[in-house]
């Protein structure tokens, strides 16, 4: 089949949709499932946070995609693998021993979407010319972050509807925060006394709405409730309570950072902010069975924000065990605003006791049918390009051969040093940015932030943001296509840049509007979108040659690297020079990349419109 008879629209969305929702299901929705279905916070993050191993190591056996078989063969395999793992999930999901069987098919799934984002990003590279590459790399990443919306929303609704339906009736609790209501407390627990066993039909019961001042309260009320209401839960077996565990300083800790924080502290002067004694108001919650368990049989209660307002949250009581020993007791949530908050709002919270293994079995099973889908659906649409071809020394002797010329081809790059710095750095300022941004806008104006309620976070980032992200990575494929790489880098690396001047401005200025919060925010996200173009344009450009696949897999560990590390200690200064030097040095980390553009050589003619390739 010849690659010019299928439209790229045909095959480019799906193929990069199918990217994003593996790696958003390993990564977040198992997190979700596992604690829906009782896992501990410490299993969870132990056991979870080793499934990205794959994604950073994968440019280890990325020659082997390069040097075996096609990549088109290794995106359809991948995707048979990854519905295969969907559906061992699913399977074993209702076993008494789903945590280690599933976390088997999640390390399956993250080598499988692993491999098939090197094999995805090879194909890209020999199915387009370097024009259509260059107009693409916007598009590709759109349908993307759709799979990740999908993967944390879509199948989350999916999940929480059978959890809804397969169970006793659920609970819906209004939450209303009024700024013109009195301030009521004490630590009190609510108390269902009316409750007898009857022959009426299970069910629990709980209030319909709760009203809570929007005036703030003692810390020490708040530690009080919290302490009483989480007490009260463990005691009548609701759920466990779990360990803390301390640890000691580390070496680094004792003779590095600790000693290079006094340092700074004493440079900059800046001492710990206090923010004052006191917190949101909070609100208790109660719930009851009316009637004794028929049956010798668990029922859970998973309780959480159905929708609303994001500054009205839950901080104590996500997930109740009701059985013959406790079903007489009542159970308990504590509700807090955000203190910041100083006007009405509302949300809805939402009680489901229905079949949770079901609910997730029946969702990762839909999930595996979508993957079988895709891997037929690519079977047959995705074109062959001539140059999708295995390596003659792809076997025998000849492959290990191969394997590691692979990476002595990479290093022997001609200006390496340049290809590292710009991979290394490129992303140096907003590395640290994009770890303290929100941390910033949602921090109290006490502490140098902008004090916006959670709620508002949520519109800036899940929609304004995402908005002009989305915008300006489209916009900067489209124009990349015209000129070229060459002719737009250094406006694509000065927009990247220049707009984190916005969070110096916010952090000096503090405005209270949220038109000018929002401004500033779209601004840089915008940039982000429009620059992070030019770097992925780059490592497509460096990738050129024999190993494409291999080698853009290997720039991308490079990519995660420069990411990590600067990532990794931005809190740390941060806290210790405060959020308006920080955001300056963030501006001051800019001048790296800059100084190494005039050094970096690209192609004029590389993702330029030549009809010639046509």
């Known amino acids: 089949m010849s690659e010019k008879k299928i439209n790229v629209w045909r095959w480019l969305p799906s193929l990069y949709y199918t990217e994003g929702i593996p790696y958003i299901i390993v990564m977040t929705l198992s997190v979700i499932m596992y604690k829906r279905l009782g896992i501990s916070n410490t299993d969870i993050a132990l056991y979870t946070s080793w499934l990205y191993l794959p994604w950073v190591i994968k440019p280890l056996w990325s020659p082997v995609v390069d040097i075996l078989k096609t990549k088109r063969y290794w995106i359809v395999l991948m995707q048979l693998l990854i519905g295969a793992g969907l559906a061992g999930v699913a399977f074993t999901i209702p076993t008494s021993s789903f945590f280690q069987y599933t976390l088997a098919f999640f390390w399956l799934l993250a080598f499988s979407s692993a491999t098939h984002d090197i094999a995805a990003d090879g194909f890209y590279m020999l199915a387009l010319n370097s024009n259509e590459q260059t107009f693409y790399v916007g598009i590709r990443s759109t349908f993307y972050r759709i799979a990740m919306l999908t993967g944390q929303g879509l199948i989350v609704i999916i ?24 301030l009521e407390h004490n630590i009190t627990l609510p108390e269902y006394t009316n409750v007898k066993s009857t022959t009426e039909e299970l069910k629990f019961i709980s209030v319909s709405e709760l009203n809570l001042s929007t005036e703030n309260i003692d810390k020490q009320i708040y530690d009080s409730l919290l302490a009483v209401v989480h007490n009260s839960n463990v005691q009548n077996n609701f759920y466990e309570k779990e360990e803390q565990i301390t640890q000691e300083p580390s070496w680094w800790q004792k003779n590095v950072s600790i000693k290079l924080k ?52 839950l901080v104590e009581g996500v997930r109740f065990v009701f059985n013959r020993e406790n079903q007489d007791k009542t159970a308990y949530a504590l509700i807090q605003l955000d203190p910041k908050l100083n006007s009405t709002k509302t949300a809805v919270f939402l009680g489901r006791s229905g079949n949770i293994t079901f609910a997730w079995t029946i969702s990762f099973g839909i999930l595996a049918i979508l993957f079988f889908a895709f891997f ?40 390496i040093w340049v290809i590292l710095g710009f991979l290394l750095l490129y992303r140096l300022s907003e590395s640290q940015l994009i770890k303290l941004a929100a941390p910033f806008l949602i921090d109290s104006r006490e502490a140098g932030g902008l004090g916006i309620t959670t709620g508002d976070l949520g519109l800036l980032y899940g929609t ?63 940039g982000y979108g429009f620059g992070f173009t030019a770097y992925m344009l780059y490592m497509i450009y460096i990738s050129e040659g024999k190993y494409k696949t291999a080698h853009f897999a290997i720039s991308t560990g490079f990519m995660a690297l420069g990411m990590m590390l600067p990532g990794m200690l931005s809190g740390w200064l941060q806290e210790i020079i405060g959020y308006q030097n920080f955001f300056v040095w963030v501006l001051i980390c800019t001048l790296p990349i800059m100084a190494i553009i005039p050094f970096v050589k690209v192609d004029s003619k590389f993702g330029v419109n030549d009809k010639s390739e046509k």
């Open 262 to 313: 006094a340092i700074l502290k004493e440079r900059f002067n800046k001492e710990p902010v206090k923010t004052g004694n006191r917190v949101g108001n909070v609100g208790i919650v109660a719930f009851k069975l009316n009637r004794e368990i028929a049956k010798d049989k668990d029922i859970i209660l998973n309780f959480g924000q159905k929708d609303g307002d994001k500054s009205i949250m």
């Open 159 to 182: 999940a929480g509807h059978f959890e809804t339906t397969s169970g006793l009736e659920p609970l819906e609790i209004k939450v209303n925060a009024r700024n013109n209501i009195e």
């Open 376 to 415: 037929i659906y690519h079977k047959f649409m995705l074109p062959y390009p001539a140059s999708d071809v295995k390596h003659e020394n792809g076997e025998g002797r000849g492959f290990f051969k191969e394997f590691i010329h692979t990476f002595v081809l990479y290093f022997n790059k001609k200006e």
């Open 464 to 526: 304004i943001g995402m908005i002009a992200l989305t915008l300006g990575g489209i916009l900067g494929g489209i124009l990349a296509a015209r000129k070229g790489l060459k002719y737009w880098l250094w406006l694509m690396v000065l927009i990247m840049n220049i707009p984190h001047l916005a969070y110096v401005y916010l952090s000096f200025a503090m405005p209270t509007s949220l038109i000018a919060i929002g401004t500033a925010v779209a601004i840089e996200q915008f």
